[in-house]
């Protein structure tokens, strides 16, 4: 008769393999938690948020986003009826995944949008950039076409709205009144001053065997994105986190367990960073903490990329990226005279610098934003900037402050920003008119 004994390996092994069992199976759990918190989380404050909002979209949940509502409130003001809301709703749902997640940011180098056509939203083929569609009519009559190149973010690429009424398609409209021009709105979600600096000085080598095609106007439409970058996580320099996520992600493909969970542990952290407001805090080092460890798998080890500052931060007696902007624009004026263009820095319209914000979506988020500091910090970087670069101006670099639009009387009763700064349906015709008109004034497109 066999000892006993003999089997407790055996048993020992089974109890291994059983605890293992149970310790994936709660991590799995562990997952699928909170894959459902986000999901509610996102449900509950909106699909259209962070550097590149742009999300997976149905007719119904297009027609339900604080967006829609500020949207119909504005077109309540303007005497309009929501007829074209509906068929840019209708394009949104147009916007598969595949082009959202696969061909967002497609090409490395210059981080473009695949080529993709709606009714209503469009963006060209690799011949045009890849640029937002601006249409706008060619007008013959004025001889000479000005070529214009518009750099920005998430709010210059204007996703908010149809391409007819995108700040570039108006800002054109507008200027073909005396001129005839030909736009590129090259805004790209998630874009901060250095990256449009980068990729204006790229295309502009791409296209040096094709004179004619050459921009005679550049404009950087700047505010939102630079004034932020360090209450998103974002370093003074280099890519925002909403960029360099995406170049990350790509090496961990091999292990997709390792890939959500990257993914899971990063929403939580811009989520509680947004809600301190940009302060750091215990739970946001501890998560920044495990990214950091997990990008490190799959990720150079540069340790100068990984620095971080709270919002108000300072150095030489300005906040920290109200320095590293200006620093920014003393580069671009140098390049806008090497190559006697002329370069408009247009400062655009936030939520922070409205004197009395309109409607239910503005005012809470103005309020959330007076109690994190949000608004305080906005309002220091864009005294401290526009005081500093007005002293770049020049025949090639021009400053025009558009921030003050929402304050005019004219729309003191209209809703225009359903969050810092992204914008109703209609914003962005106002934004783009008000821009083409200031430009005219002050003679920019005659040389």
């Known amino acids: 008769m066999k000892d006993s004994s003999t089997n407790l390996p055996i048993c020992n092994r089974l109890k291994d393999l059983l605890f293992v069992f149970s310790a994936n199976g709660f991590i799995l759990t562990f ?4 894959a459902l918190w986000l999901v509610a989380v996102m449900a509950r404050h909106g699909k259209q948020t962070g550097y590149d909002h742009i999300a997976l979209e149905t007719v119904d949940s297009c027609k339900s986003t604080a967006h829609a509502k500020l949207s119909v409130e504005q077109a309540q003001f303007l005497g309009k009826n929501t007829d074209e809301l509906d068929q840019y709703c209708k394009s949104r749902a147009m916007l598969d995944k595949a082009w959202i997640n696969s061909r967002t ?46 750099f920005g973010g998430s709010t210059m690429q204007n996703m908010e709205t149809s391409d007819n009424n995108t700040i570039a398609s108006s800002l054109c409209k507008e200027l073909q009144k005396t001129n005839n021009v030909h736009i590129l709105n090259l805004g790209v979600g998630g874009f901060l001053s250095e990256m449009e600096i980068v990729k204006f000085n790229n295309l502009y080598k791409l296209k040096l065997q094709d004179q004619a095609s050459l921009p005679d106007i550049v404009i950087f439409y700047d505010g939102y994105n630079d004034s932020q970058r360090l209450a998103v996580g974002a370093s003074w320099a280099g890519l925002p986190p909403g960029v360099s996520s995406r170049l990350a992600s790509g090496y961990s493909t091999e292990r997709p367990i390792n890939r959500t969970f990257y993914w899971a542990i990063r929403a939580f952290n811009d989520y509680f960073k ?8 215990v739970v946001n080092d501890a998560l920044f903490n495990m990214v950091a460890k997990m990008e490190d798998g799959f990720t150079s080890t540069n340790t100068a990329i990984n620095i971080k500052a709270n919002i108000d931060a300072t150095a030489g007696g300005v906040l920290l990226s109200s320095a590293a902007y200006i620093h920014d624009q003393r580069v671009l004026a140098g390049i806008c005279r090497g190559l006697d263009i002329v370069c408009i820095v247009a400062l655009q ?17 103005f309020k959330q934003q007076e109690s994190n500091g949000v608004n305080q910090s906005a309002r220091r970087f864009y005294n401290e900037v ?8 020049s025949k090639n670099y021009r400053v025009i ?22 914008t109703g349906y209609y914003s962005g015709e106002i934004i783009g008119r008000e821009l083409g008109s200031r430009i005219i004034r002050d003679k920019l497109v005659y040389r």
Not at 274 to 281: A, D, M, P, R, T
Not at 386 to 393: C, F, G, H, N, T
């Open 31 to 34: 997952l699928i938690s909170i």
């Open 274 to 281: 947004e809600l301190s407001g940009g302060k750091k805090n």
């Open 105 to 150: 940011y497609w090409d490395y180098h210059y981080y473009s949008h695949g080529e993709v056509h709606t009714p209503e939203i469009n963006f060209n083929g690799v011949e045009s950039f890849n640029s937002r569609a601006a249409p706008c009519a060619q007008n013959s009559k004025y001889g000479k076409s000005y070529n214009i190149w518009i």
């Open 386 to 393: 526009e005081s500093e670069i007005v002293k770049l101006s």
């Open 401 to 422: 402050n558009l921030s003050d639009i929402p304050n005019n009387k004219k729309y003191l009763d209209m809703p225009f920003f359903y969050d810092f700064g992204h």
């Open 349 to 365: 319209p936030v939520l922070s610098l409205r004197k009395a914000p309109v409607g239910d979506i503005e005012i809470n988020n």
